[in-house]
Nanobody
């Protein structure tokens, strides 16, 4: 069973930066996309950023220009560089890897807290 291990969460001041990492416990065949989602208290989980096999990326409007998603295919790792953090970025962040026809792997979540 593949496990995704996230790291890099924590606390930051508004305007600060954090970098999240998510690595798979073993090689994953046929990765189609890698992404980051977040869920704030009382809200639904939302897509933050996603990168597909060809390298195209998409972001939720609220993080465009501030967050950058990247990957290391050789390491089955996806990153999320978060700059100019805002209190509204506070949430639990989850990584997701989509592979094959319908295999979706989720990380356990990492808390990001931004104070004003």
């Amino acid at each position: 069973q593949v496990q995704l291990v996230e790291s890099g969460g924590g606390s930051a001041q508004a305007g600060g930066s954090l970098r999240l990492s998510c690595s798979a416990s073993r090689d994953i065949f046929g990765i189609n996309a890698m992404g980051w989602y977040r869920q704030a208290p009382g809200k639904q989980r939302e897509l933050v950023a996603r990168i597909i096999r060809g390298g195209d990326t998409n972001y939720v409007d609220s993080v465009k220009g501030r967050f950058t998603i990247s990957r290391d295919n050789a390491k089955n790792t996806v990153y999320l560089q978060m700059d100019s953090l805002k209190p509204e970025d506070t949430a639990v962040y989850y990584c997701k890897i989509e592979a094959g026809w319908s295999n979706n792997y989720w990380g356990q979540g990492t808390q990001v807290t931004v104070s004003s």
